[in-house]
């Protein structure tokens, strides 16, 4: 074609692409490729653990009948797979949250559960509440449709520094096992950051991700739990619960919900249908079925194991780490958060710990809306063995120490 000029792709993108940036931990998750690699980078379920036989049992079931596989490869609603949906609702009565099926939608994973929040919550300029750290992917999920963010503890109270009169238009909690920190909200933390919400008149997204995988202690109750039992009735309250099959049953299948009001769920159902109409179906069929069959034996499972390797970690880090190095000491989930001393940087702490080590992590300056807080880190302890575990944080802690003498090859930058 005589004069054809190729188009220039950077200044096609709306200005929201801007803040759209690679997943640290996506991209660290290509190390995993590498057997050399000790890896406490993502937050990855062991595959040992998938029920595998019960998820190909199921498959051949649903394939093996053709009404069921016909209803299984079809287009279905947006709302999900009704049976599910009612599976979905039990499990909400048995964490004190009496609801309908119609105040359940499925979603492919929370991830996309937290994008179609953002989508119809955020308007450019509107604050965001979280705390700091937080989810990286939440924050990926809010940023294309520019908010600005501003924290509050984990005790539920805001930062001096949030006063400036913006509207808040959400607030985003963790509140189980939390990623990055492992932390886990008492129930007084969880009513303050209701009454916050409330002060706000923002509704409170609770991301459930972690709340099954509690290795020991009482259950919390759920935010959602809590705020019904103060307004009477789940179409009144301003919590919306995301939960997900992926750290339990399958990531890989791609299921989650949204839990809330009917007034939310019908707005979160056209923003799906715009999205991709619905998720898939026979992954629903699947899901449901296994679910059915073995969910509280898998989860006791998944617990038995994962507590195990949280104790190795734990005692790992107390035998190896110098003094200098905190830590937290989570009661459930996957990650253990390591605060460094304030001059030591983790991203420059990660370069040197591939080359010299083979060992990977997620330097915690991601974890953060404004980039800061570069002295930490986060350690994953889902995907490895005791032994490995014991082997790359000896070798990391040794590193730390070198580092801690003086080289200052990753001196944090001021």
């Known amino acids: 074609m005589v004069g054809y000029r190729a188009i220039d792709w950077h200044s096609a993108f709306a200005r929201r692409t801007e803040r759209m940036k690679a997943s640290e931990i996506r991209e660290l998750l290509k190390l995993l490729a590498r057997p050399e690699i000790i890896s406490f980078a993502g937050g990855i379920p062991d595959p040992a653990l998938f029920p595998t036989k019960a998820v190909r049992s199921a498959y051949d079931a649903v394939l093996s009948d053709p009404h069921l596989a016909g209803q299984a490869l079809q287009y279905s609603v947006s709302e999900g797979y009704e049976p599910l949906r009612s599976w979905i609702s039990s499990y909400m009565a048995r964490r004190g949250v009496r609801c309908g099926v119609e105040n359940i939608v499925i979603t492919a994973g929370s991830q996309q559960g937290l994008d179609l929040l953002g989508k119809l919550l955020l308007s450019p300029g509107d604050t965001a509440l979280v705390t700091a750290p937080t989810y990286l992917g939440a924050l990926q999920a809010f940023n294309a449709y520019e908010p600005r963010y501003a924290s509050f503890s984990t005790s539920g109270t805001p930062s001096p520094a949030n006063d ?30 209701l009454d916050l919400s409330a002060a706000h008149d923002a509704p409170l997204i609770e991301d459930a991700a972690y709340e099954a995988l509690r290795f020991e202690g009482e ?9 019904i039992e103060s307004c009477g009735d789940i179409d009144r309250s301003r919590v919306v619960y995301c939960g997900t099959f992926s750290k339990t049953l399958s990531p890989g299948l791609r ?3 949204i839990c809330a009001a009917r007034d939310l769920v019908q707005k979160v159902v056209l923003a799906k249908q715009a999205a991709d109409l619905h998720c898939a179906t026979l992954n629903q069929i699947v899901i449901h079925r296994v679910a059915l069959e073995q969910y509280d034996a898998q989860v006791e499972r998944i617990v038995g194991v994962y507590s195990k390797r949280r104790d190795a970690t734990l005692n790992a880090l107390s035998r ?10 989570p009661t459930g989930g996957m990650f253990v958060w390591v605060t460094l001393p304030p001059y ?31 002295n930490a880190l986060r350690l994953n302890y889902s995907l490895q063995s005791e032994q490995a575990i014991d082997e790359g944080i000896r070798r990391l802690s040794g590193l730390v120490a070198r580092e801690l003498r003086g080289t200052g090859r990753c001196a944090a930058v001021a």
């Not at 400036?164 to 950051?193: K, Q």
């Not at 259950?219 to 705020?227: N, V």
């Not at 190896?320 to 000491?329: C, E, I, L």
């Open 320 to 329: 190896h780490m110098p003094d200098g190095v905190a830590w937290t000491r």
């Open 164 to 193: 400036e009169g913006e509207r808040v238009a959400l607030a985003y909690v963790v509140p189980d096992s939390a990623n990055p920190t492992g932390e886990t909200m008492e129930e007084d933390a969880r009513r303050n950051l």
């Open 344 to 374: 030591l940087d983790g991203a420059e702490l990660l370069s040197l710990s591939l080359r010299e080590e083979g060992v990977a992590f997620v330097p915690g300056a991601a974890f953060f809306a404004d980039g800061g807080t570069g």
């Open 219 to 227: 259950p919390q109750r759920s935010c959602q739990s809590l705020d």
């Open 255 to 257: 299921v989650g919900w």
